[in-house]
């Protein structure tokens, strides 16, 4: 099984810092108007129309940690890195 290694750009999600916010105050209005944009590198372990799943860490028994799920328009940019993998000894 040929597990790629990437670096996926995407858009997240975002929480107002606070309970209570003035949407007419500069902070606000910054957090509105901006985008969180996040950079992961990751084995690219599945990929849909729907979402792509990268893992942090992956062990030569296919065991994978730190997983996470990224919804497909989020995406903005994807690009396989080249990475040697040796099995285990």
């Not at 858009?11 to 992961?40: C, F």
Request: glycine residues 4%.
């Amino acid at each position: 099984m040929a597990i790629k290694f990437v670096r996926i750009v995407w858009y997240d999600a975002q929480d107002a810092r606070d309970t209570w916010v003035n949407i007419a105050s500069e902070e606000t209005i910054k957090w509105m108007d901006e985008l969180a944009l996040v950079v992961s590198y990751g084995y690219l372990i599945k990929k849909t129309k729907e979402y792509y799943i990268i893992a942090a860490d992956l062990c030569d028994d296919l065991t994978v940690g730190r997983m996470t799920k990224i919804p497909t328009p989020w995406v903005k940019k994807i690009q396989t890195i080249r990475v040697p993998v040796q099995k285990g000894k």
